[in-house]
Protein backbone atom coordinates (compact mmCIF):
# COMPACT_ATOMS: atom_id res chain seq x y z
CA UNK A 1 0.00 0.00 0.00
CA UNK A 2 1.06 3.95 -0.53
CA UNK A 3 2.80 5.18 2.61
CA UNK A 4 4.71 8.26 2.78
CA UNK A 5 7.13 9.31 5.72
CA UNK A 6 7.90 12.43 6.46
CA UNK A 7 10.98 13.33 8.69
CA UNK A 8 13.38 16.66 9.45
CA UNK A 9 10.89 18.82 11.09
CA UNK A 10 12.09 20.55 14.54
CA UNK A 11 12.73 23.37 16.09
CA UNK A 12 14.40 26.44 14.69
CA UNK A 13 15.05 29.47 15.18
CA UNK A 14 13.40 32.79 12.82
CA UNK A 15 15.98 33.29 10.28
CA UNK A 16 16.87 29.19 9.99
CA UNK A 17 16.69 26.58 7.56
CA UNK A 18 14.98 23.16 7.99
CA UNK A 19 14.97 20.47 5.12
CA UNK A 20 11.73 18.18 5.09
CA UNK A 21 12.23 14.47 3.97
CA UNK A 22 9.72 12.34 2.47
CA UNK A 23 9.94 8.50 1.84
CA UNK A 24 7.74 6.80 -0.60
CA UNK A 25 6.85 3.37 -0.87
CA UNK A 26 4.64 0.85 -2.32
CA UNK A 27 3.63 2.62 -5.21
CA UNK A 28 5.42 3.86 -8.32
CA UNK A 29 6.76 7.06 -7.18
CA UNK A 30 7.82 8.56 -10.77
CA UNK A 31 4.38 8.08 -11.73
CA UNK A 32 3.05 10.18 -9.06
CA UNK A 33 2.99 14.55 -8.78
CA UNK A 34 4.08 15.41 -5.05
CA UNK A 35 2.83 17.97 -2.72
CA UNK A 36 3.85 19.28 0.44
CA UNK A 37 0.99 20.89 2.77
CA UNK A 38 0.87 22.27 6.24
CA UNK A 39 -1.23 22.86 9.00
CA UNK A 40 -1.35 25.14 11.88
CA UNK A 41 -2.95 24.84 15.15
CA UNK A 42 -6.64 25.94 14.72
CA UNK A 43 -6.28 26.67 11.04
CA UNK A 44 -7.02 24.58 7.79
CA UNK A 45 -4.33 22.53 5.88
CA UNK A 46 -2.66 24.85 3.33
CA UNK A 47 -1.07 24.13 0.00
CA UNK A 48 2.88 24.91 0.11
CA UNK A 49 4.80 23.58 -2.72
CA UNK A 50 3.63 20.65 -5.31
CA UNK A 51 5.72 19.20 -7.79
CA UNK A 52 5.00 17.17 -11.16
CA UNK A 53 6.35 13.42 -12.04
CA UNK A 54 9.01 14.48 -13.99
CA UNK A 55 9.90 17.90 -11.89
CA UNK A 56 9.56 19.73 -14.54
CA UNK A 57 6.79 21.85 -12.87
CA UNK A 58 6.80 23.48 -9.53
CA UNK A 59 4.16 25.68 -7.76
CA UNK A 60 4.90 27.50 -4.70
CA UNK A 61 2.53 29.27 -2.23
CA UNK A 62 3.03 33.06 -2.63
CA UNK A 63 3.66 32.86 1.49
CA UNK A 64 6.84 30.76 0.83
CA UNK A 65 7.78 31.58 -2.59
CA UNK A 66 11.63 32.70 -2.76
CA UNK A 67 12.36 31.06 0.18
CA UNK A 68 11.21 27.46 -0.34
CA UNK A 69 12.51 24.70 -2.63
CA UNK A 70 11.06 21.54 -3.57
CA UNK A 71 12.62 18.89 -5.51
CA UNK A 72 12.28 14.68 -5.95
CA UNK A 73 14.97 12.22 -6.67
CA UNK A 74 12.61 9.49 -8.72
CA UNK A 75 15.70 7.04 -7.94
CA UNK A 76 15.19 7.41 -3.98
CA UNK A 77 11.68 7.69 -3.83
CA UNK A 78 12.20 11.11 -2.13
CA UNK A 79 10.53 14.39 -2.19
CA UNK A 80 12.64 17.31 -0.76
CA UNK A 81 11.22 20.39 1.21
CA UNK A 82 13.99 23.35 1.69
CA UNK A 83 13.14 25.72 3.85
CA UNK A 84 14.96 28.64 4.37
CA UNK A 85 14.42 32.11 6.32
CA UNK A 86 11.57 30.22 8.29
CA UNK A 87 9.32 32.72 10.31
CA UNK A 88 7.31 32.29 13.42
CA UNK A 89 4.42 31.84 11.21
CA UNK A 90 5.70 29.10 9.23
CA UNK A 91 5.45 26.60 12.37
CA UNK A 92 2.86 24.16 12.10
CA UNK A 93 2.86 20.02 10.94
CA UNK A 94 4.11 19.75 7.35
CA UNK A 95 2.39 17.11 5.29
CA UNK A 96 3.81 15.12 2.18
CA UNK A 97 1.12 13.87 -0.67
CA UNK A 98 0.91 12.36 -3.74
CA UNK A 99 -1.22 11.48 -6.46
CA UNK A 100 -1.50 10.35 -9.97
CA UNK A 101 -4.93 11.30 -10.86
CA UNK A 102 -4.14 14.76 -12.92
CA UNK A 103 -6.29 17.00 -10.62
CA UNK A 104 -5.45 20.32 -9.66
CA UNK A 105 -1.91 19.48 -6.84
CA UNK A 106 -1.85 22.88 -5.30
CA UNK A 107 -5.16 21.68 -3.53
CA UNK A 108 -5.75 19.57 -0.64
CA UNK A 109 -8.66 17.38 -2.69
CA UNK A 110 -5.68 16.94 -5.23
CA UNK A 111 -4.48 14.16 -3.56
CA UNK A 112 -5.61 10.58 -2.04
CA UNK A 113 -2.35 9.37 -0.46
CA UNK A 114 -1.12 11.97 2.94
CA UNK A 115 1.81 11.06 4.90
CA UNK A 116 1.58 11.13 9.00
CA UNK A 117 3.78 14.67 8.92
CA UNK A 118 6.17 16.36 10.82
CA UNK A 119 6.11 19.22 13.36
CA UNK A 120 8.16 21.85 12.40
CA UNK A 121 8.08 25.00 15.32
CA UNK A 122 10.00 28.27 14.56
CA UNK A 123 10.39 29.84 17.53
CA UNK A 124 13.37 31.87 18.98
Known amino acids: QVQLVESGGGLVQPGGSLRLSCAAS????????MGWFRQAPGKEREFVAA????????YYADSVKGRFTISRDNAKNTVYLQMRSLKPEDTAVYYC?????????????????WGQGTQVTVSS
Open 51 to 58: ISRTGLTI
Open 26 to 33: GFTFSNYA
Open 97 to 113: AADNSGRDYRKVGGYNN
